[in-house]
């Protein structure tokens, strides 16, 4: 149900503004988990996610030439402030939105949490992430072409097994986890692979 999502969204996202207070500015310029974004500009892009209608997204991505890459730093550069203060007072300020691109609203998920841990790790910030909302990040990616940013060739695979709920999807030699190192690893995060085991972490590795 959508209200339900949205229920965990705005969560998520009020949990990182509350952690993303205790930062120093200096530190907003900490390396992401996304190459080439600092932890600054991963909160720019949330920003701009969650200002995200159905139209707008399409007009930007016309604007981009159907670029996604240079989509999403076009968004980053209209909303990032001048200051960690500035952009962190727009992060707040969408905490409550329920705009969204043209896609499932699970993907509103995988950015919540997948980016909180872009921004959180690299400080070594560690969150409490809601178990139903990440396990439905993790069954969104797994159903998602690559193409759009999931994992559904990369679980054609391997099995993923989690070890701290019952889910289990795909084919192949298993690769185990906790939902949040599936989840992470599956969207392209190597740093995750290493809180993973069995038989399929290799195959798995290769293929990212």
Same mark, same amino acid.
């Given at each position: ?18 952690? $993303? ?11 992401? $988990? ?11 892009? $949330? ?12 007009? /930007? ?13 076009? /968004? ?46 690299? $400080? /070594? ?72 085991? /069995? ?10």
């Amino acid at each position: 149900m959508a209200r339900d999502v949205w229920a965990l969204v705005h969560a998520e996202r009020a949990a990182l503004v509350a952690d $993303l207070a205790t930062v120093s500015d200096e530190r907003w310029e900490t390396p992401s $988990l996304c190459p080439g974004w600092s932890v600054h500009d991963v909160a720019a892009h $949330l920003v701009d996610t969650a200002s995200t209608t159905r139209l707008g997204f399409v007009l /930007g991505l016309v604007r981009a030439r159907f670029d996604f890459d240079a989509q999403n730093a076009r /968004g980053i550069e209209r909303q990032r402030g001048a200051t960690p203060a500035e952009t962190l007072e727009r992060l707040r300020s969408v905490v409550s939105r329920t705009s969204t691109p043209p896609a499932p609203l699970d993907t509103r998920l995988v950015e919540e949490v997948v980016h909180g841990e872009d921004i959180r790790r690299p $400080l /070594g910030i560690s969150h409490k992430y809601s178990g139903e909302a990440v396990e439905r990040a993790l069954r969104l990616q797994a159903r998602t072409s690559r193409s759009f940013g999931g994992a559904q060739e990369l679980v054609a695979l391997v099995s993923v097994v989690a070890t701290d709920s019952d889910l289990r999807l795909g084919a192949g030699p298993e690769v185990r986890g906790t939902v949040l190192a599936l989840l992470l690893a599956l969207s392209g995060r190597r740093d995750a692979l290493t809180e993973l085991d /069995g038989p399929g972490v290799e195959t798995l590795a290769a293929a990212l």
